[in-house]
């Protein structure tokens, strides 16, 4: 079975400053990784994704991920956040040979300040 | 990639009724899923829709309380029966393509 901690449920942060979204999971097989977004009053849309090969994935807003095996995390960063990032961001995870199944973690609220 | 639409967006139904919410694909997925969403919290699994034959249901959910239907890979219904302020939540459908699922925009039910 897997796990998905996301260690912070609110990160405040200012316009234009850095942001680090953490997300840790516990898995005894080989996974895939996604973070999707959920913009307020709307479905979750799928951010990135790391499935293989380069550990470091990139969105086309500005979002990156890292895959880090020996720490078991794929944390979200952006290097200048914007209002409109404003969101909760689900980071899941899905075992490989374990079926199709999603394990989401409980959510990290972004508000994004002027 | 897969575009996911749901019908109704949104509903405010009475005590002990019943709705029934609509997944449309628009194109094939081998997989289909129904989650919920309850208010401020993260998404559980309700079951996965399988074409042709009974839904998979996850622990605490049952088939007569949440009845699924999948007659073709492109369409799916969740119904909600008997339904209490318990079952208040938004309802996400899914569908896999490519190792990835990807979701609809969500139902979202008020019982009164």
């Known amino acids: 079975a897997q796990s998905v901690t996301q260690l912070d449920s609110q990160v405040p942060v200012f316009e234009e400053a850095p942001v680090e979204l953490r997300c840790n999971y516990s898995s005894s097989v080989s996974v895939y990784l996604f973070w999707y977004v959920q913009y307020p009053n709307q479905g979750l849309q799928l951010l990135l994704k790391?499935?293989?090969?380069?550990?470091l994935v990139e969105s086309i807003n500005g979002f990156e991920a890292e895959f880090n095996k020996s720490q078991t995390s794929f944390h979200l960063r952006k290097p200048s956040v914007h209002i409109s990032d404003t969101a909760e961001y689900f980071c899941?995870?899905?075992?490989?040979?374990?079926?199709?199944?999603?394990?989401f973690g409980g959510g990290t609220r972004l508000m994004v300040k002027p | 990639s897969a575009v996911i639409s749901q019908k109704p967006s949104r509903d405010i139904c009475q005590r002990g009724t019943s709705l029934t919410i609509q997944c449309q694909v628009d194109?094939?997925?081998?997989?289909m899923f129904w989650y919920r969403q309850q208010p401020g919290q993260s998404l559980t699994l309700i079951a996965t829709a399988n074409q042709g034959s009974e839904a998979t249901y996850e622990s605490g959910f049952v088939i007569d309380k949440f009845p699924i239907s999948r007659p073709n890979l492109t369409f799916s219904t969740l119904t909600v029966s008997n339904m209490s302020p318990e079952d208040s939540s938004i309802y996400l459908c899914s569908g896999e393509g490519g190792d990835t699922q990807y979701f609809g925009p969500g139902t979202r039910l008020t019982v009164l």
């Open positions: 790391y499935l293989s090969g380069s550990t």
């Open positions: 194109s094939q997925v081998t997989m």
């Open positions: 899941a995870v899905r075992g490989l040979n374990a079926g199709n199944m999603l394990t």
